[in-house]
């Protein structure tokens, strides 16, 4: 290994996937090449995904295995990752995903053409067999360009809009500028601010069509779809996007978009608060309620004119009960 | 000019295919090609078909070689289905990808019930199609009504002979003629899957535990599998073996070896994974088998019939009971691995001669079986073979009732079926002026023979 040049590191953190931990392996077997490692990052697993990994890290070519002695989040588990990664590029997979054969060089390949700091990629969402290609959303394709062109105008999907870590590939150079770290104080939403971090202190990104991240959207206990307060994070999550556009000199675009994202993320929420218990439901409207308090008020009523009739009616009452 | 197009999802499909090929199965034709799928549920995550030995050799016999999966990608091939109305879009397109030109075409598919092969002789709508034989299954009924566009154009059933006497009931509904590969050319052509360095690497026969994917195919629980797997260890363990394989099914997702390990230990007995990269059928042309153990396995019945290898099922009881719903097309290959192949636990003495089980099973009743639980998951389909199910279910119902469910037979009212409900009791006096009361819907009527407890005046009762 000395002298051994890594062109990707993959980082892969898992988290009692044992269904899925061989199928993600087996995949990652596919992608193996002679100038890329796979850093296994066992989050602390109860299950049999320990020794799934432990036995995938002997037989995969390029693997190693971290291991964290107890249950420390996404976010820690991708720092454990990136903190042992020697590769000149970083990319993600979570461990309960899949990528097709051949995607992470096709990855290294389009940053290395485009040379630029970050590119990023649509993906699958697979359910079963059935299968849905996302794109993200983001104009002129293919081409490097500014890195804040992909936060774009309010009321416009743009890349910001798809804060998947695992959808995209990234420089080293990122990661000495500390820009790929995770805030590990956010359980759920830690995508957000780390997507919003890349595209306003990097200088350039690309958005290409490459596809072949394997989503799942069946897992019943996959984190988005647990009901418990971990969820709630998306508040701080956003807080701290909007403190940090606050600051910038583009102030007056980036929190408008901020806001607007933060506006659709909290009526999802709620559309979905049926999920909680009756207590929980009182508590996330009072954080949302006590958040709302703490915005400025005049980029959040012009955000709230732009959006649709349903919508703003339900951040319109929560103001009201915020005044 | 004619351009045969072979589809095959397996290892095992593609030497079928090819043995159905070199016994000079087919009309001639000018250019072959091959095109390879995989329909596990995680395709990206299954090990390449090229990848099993010997696939190479067999695909270098093709003019081409074309990836379906990746034709379609993303789309998965049991879901993606062509829009009737786009059909000739889609044949332009596979034409122009296949390099097929104005060629007249001649498809070779195998489970032509569903996609991919049915979406492919869609779009091939002047294509002539062959069908072959996906193991066991093709000796059930066709499972779902076919395209008549699909299923006019169909020409023949090939399948090798994995259990002579009995004619495959697949297709049979739209009287589609059956044509057996002969076991010499399926031998020819596995022989050639033998992997180059497996033959110094193997040292006495072991017994070889053949996997199925019964977790993948929603027939039970992950748990359940493995744990009959551990099963099929201890019998083997019991009946004198002690040198045991463990043999992956090729479509089945990565299971969870420790606990296979963790059985064998437990009985004192040495097991080995089979390299997923080499078919079970490689193990049995080289003479490494000395017993095949299964639940319900087409590698059975091939080591049986065409290698003449003792075999032995496990398991079999429990998934004739479990199996559902009744048409569930697994039936007739659990059918027939109960009738044809003894228990594992049957074996008297270690290592017993199991070679004459399959001779000892009296054929023509195996045949009129087949016949008449075929009748009984597909009745519609098989309406014309109704009489034969009646006389055999009337002869051995009683001594073959363990591969039926009596609310089946009663509902299809075939012999076996539930005793009608007991005849009402003649009418007494009393019970005839009751009739007679209700008969009268008089008010007075009602009142009397309301519960007392009940009764409400009688004007509102008229009312």
Redesign the interface.
């Known amino acids: 290994m000395v002298g051994k040049v890594i062109r990707l590191s993959v980082i892969v953190p898992f988290f009692n996937v ?2 899925y931990a ?6 990652l077997a ?1 992608n193996a090449n002679p100038d890329m490692e796979f850093i296994l990052v066992d989050d602390g697993s109860t299950d ?1 995904t320990s ?2 990994i432990a ?1 995938g890290a002997a037989w995969l070519s390029g693997a190693q295995l971290i291991r964290l002695s107890r249950n420390s989040g996404l976010s820690a588990a991708r720092n454990a990752g990136l903190a042992q990664a020697r590769g000149r590029y970083l990319s993600f997979l979570d461990g309960d995903d ?4 051949g995607h992470f060089s096709a990855l290294v390949q389009v940053i290395e053409r485009l040379r630029c700091d970050f590119v990023r990629t649509d993906h ?1 969402q ?1 359910r ?4 849905l ?1 996302h794109r993200t959303s983001h104009a002129p394709r293919g081409v490097a360009c500014p890195a804040r062109s992909g936060i774009g105008p309010a009321g416009q999907r743009s890349s910001v809009d798809a804060p998947y870590a695992w959808a995209g590939i990234y420089h080293r150079r990122l990661l000495e500028a500390g820009l790929l770290r995770f805030d590990e104080d956010l359980r759920t939403c830690e995508d957000r601010p780390w997507i919003w971090g890349l595209h306003l202190h990097a200088h350039t990104f690309a958005v290409v069509g490459l ?1 072949g991240v ?1 989503y799942r959207r069946d897992i019943s206990a996959s984190l988005t779809q647990l009901s418990d307060e971990r969820q709630f994070d998306f508040i701080p999550a956003f807080e701290r996007i909007i403190h940090q556009v606050s600051a910038d000199p583009d102030a007056s675009i980036l929190l408008l978009k901020a806001l607007r994202s933060y506006c659709a993320v909290i009526c999802h929420h709620l559309s979905q608060r049926e999920r909680y218990p009756l207590s929980l439901q009182y508590k996330l409207q009072n954080a949302i309620v006590a958040s709302l308090r703490r915005l400025p008020v005049e980029p959040l009523q012009i955000t709230i004119a732009a959006l649709d009739v349903e919508r703003a009616v339900t951040v319109e009452k929560l103001l009201l009960e915020a005044a | 000019m004619t351009t045969q197009i072979v589809l095959a999802s397996t290892a095992f499909g593609l030497v079928t295919a090819t043995a159905a090929y070199e016994s000079g199965g087919f009309d001639r034709c000018e250019r072959r090609i091959l095109v390879i799928t995989c329909t596990t ?2 395709p ?5 078909m090229r990848a099993v030995a010997g696939v190479s050799e067999l695909m270098s016999r093709f003019d081409a070689v074309y990836d379906y999966n990746a034709c379609i ?4 091939p ?2 993606w289905r062509p829009r009737p109305g786009d059909l000739p879009l889609w044949e332009r397109h596979f034409r122009q990808l296949w390099d097929l030109g104005a060629d007249d075409l001649h498809l070779v598919v195998e489970s032509i019930h569903v996609n991919p092969a049915q979406a492919v002789c869609r779009i091939f709508g002047d294509a002539r199609i062959d069908v072959y034989a996906d193991g066991l299954m093709s000796y059930g009924p066709t499972r779902s009504a076919l395209p008549e566009m699909v299923a006019s154009r169909i020409e023949r059933l090939l399948h090798p002979d994995l259990v002579p006497g009995v004619t495959p009931l697949l297709l049979s509904d739209r009287r589609v003629p059956t044509v057996i590969i002969p076991d010499e050319s399926f031998r020819a052509v596995a022989k050639i899957m033998i992997a180059e360095n497996a033959v110094a690497r193997s040292s006495e026969p072991v017994a070889m535990i053949v996997g199925q994917y019964l977790a993948a195919g929603e027939l039970m629980c ?1 748990l359940q599998e493995v744990d009959l797997y551990a099963e099929m260890i201890s019998r083997c363990a019991e009946a004198g073996y002690s040198a045991l394989v463990f043999k992956p099914h090729p479509s089945a ?2 299971t ?1 070896l ?1 606990r296979l390990h963790h059985a064998a230990r437990a009985q004192g007995v040495r097991l080995a994974i089979a390299d997923e990269r080499e078919l079970a059928e490689a193990w049995f042309e080289r003479g490494a088998v000395e017993l095949v153990v299964g639940c319900f396995s087409t590698g059975l019945l091939t080591a049986a019939t065409i290698y003449g290898l003792p075999v032995a099922r496990v398991g079999t009881e429990m998934m004739l009971e479990q199996l559902t719903p009744f048409q569930n097309s697994n039936r007739i290959p659990v059918t027939l691995v109960d009738a044809l192949i003894p228990d594992l636990s049957s074996l008297a003495g270690p290592k017993n001669a199991l070679r004459s089980s399959m001779e000892e099973a009296n054929m023509d009743e195996v045949r009129a079986l087949v016949v008449a639980v075929g009748y009984a998951m597909q009745p519609l389909r098989l309406a014309a073979r109704r009489p034969e199910a009646v006389a055999f279910l009337a002869e051995h119902y009683e001594s073959h009732s363990r591969y039926f469910k009596r609310r089946r037979l009663t509902r299809l009212g075939l012999p076996g079926r539930m005793p009608p409900p007991l005849p009402t009791p003649k009418p007494t006096a009393g019970s005839r002026l009751c009739r007679r009361l209700r008969r009268a819907r008089t008010s007075l009527g009602q009142w009397l023979l309301s519960a007392p407890g009940t009764r409400r005046n009688s004007t509102e009762s008229a009312a």
């Open positions: 044992e269904r061989a199928e993600n392996l087996a995949s596919q049999a020794s799934i036995e899949v990528a097709a054969p699958v697979v079963g067999r059935q299968r290609l596809h394997r | 549920a995680m990206e995550a299954t090990m390449p990608e993303p789309q998965h049991s879901i992950e997702p990565p969870q420790a």
